[in-house]
């Protein structure tokens, strides 16, 4: 069995981004060095690196997360970027959608521990909780898979002229050009490269935006949330 790796301190950077926030930041820290490592939500050999390549990475996102708004973190894992934006952003309604109930237990136990009461954890696929789950503002994601089929889930689940984030690496230009046709049809009318974090995090975190028009998902996935809303409703009747 491998050993765990210590956890370092925190850098000054994170006094900054996380604030008032700093020891619930640093709990969190504890919490993934820990538990996430044993029940296999990261990897030991991020341990050393969990303060620069993740927490901060993740909360940086913040900078281009609009006030006041409801946000849905799609296969959020761990709690990233989810659990850090929600400590630095305590303005937003977020939910934490996630699949493995593993996942969701260690989501649930980190809410709980931190006092997050504007988050929300949710078990799902993104394509199951489609018209049960309210369209929100803003999607975020980060290392769930590639943008095109990224999009497929994560666009159909906002609001009208909502926007999804997803922090990508360095191939995310390459990625938005190949994954442009597909966006056109799931109704996105802007996409942008964003770099964020200046002076907080090295390098840049880079953030992939696509924006929707009125119809997040195309015709087809307006149909089907409807049809999902009706089916939803009956149900709470019942």
Same mark, same amino acid.
């Given at each position: ?114 006092? @997050? ?12 909780? @489609? ?33 999804? @984030? ?73």
């Amino acid at each position: 069995m491998t050993e765990a790796a210590e956890l370092p301190l925190a850098p000054d950077e994170a006094r900054t981004v996380f604030g008032e926030f700093f020891p619930e930041a640093v709990r969190y820290a504890e919490l993934l060095a820990d538990a996430g490592v044993k029940r296999g939500l990261i990897g030991p050999r991020e341990v050393p690196r969990l303060w620069e390549r993740h927490l901060l990475n993740c909360a940086v996102l913040s900078e281009v997360v609009p006030e006041s708004v409801t946000v849905c973190d799609v296969g959020s894992g761990a709690g990233l970027p989810g659990i850090p934006l929600a400590l630095v952003r305590p303005d937003l309604k977020i939910t934490l959608l996630e699949p493995l109930l593993r996942r969701t237990n260690f989501l649930q136990e980190v809410v709980e521990l931190l006092g @997050l009461d504007h988050v929300t954890v949710v078990r799902g696929r993104a394509e199951e909780v @489609l018209g049960s789950l309210t369209p929100v503002h803003v999607v975020t994601a980060r290392a769930v898979a590639p943008l095109d089929r990224l999009a497929g889930w994560g666009v159909p689940l906002l609001r009208p002229y909502g926007e999804m @984030l997803a922090l990508k690496g360095d191939t995310a230009e390459e990625e938005l050009l190949g994954a442009r046709a597909a966006l056109s049809k799931l109704g996105v009318v802007e996409t942008s490269v964003l770099h964020v974090g200046e002076g907080l995090v090295d390098p840049l975190a880079t953030v992939v935006r696509v924006e929707v028009g009125e119809s997040p998902g195309g015709v087809r996935f307006a149909a089907k949330r409807a049809k999902a809303a009706r089916v939803s409703r009956t149900r709470r009747r019942r």
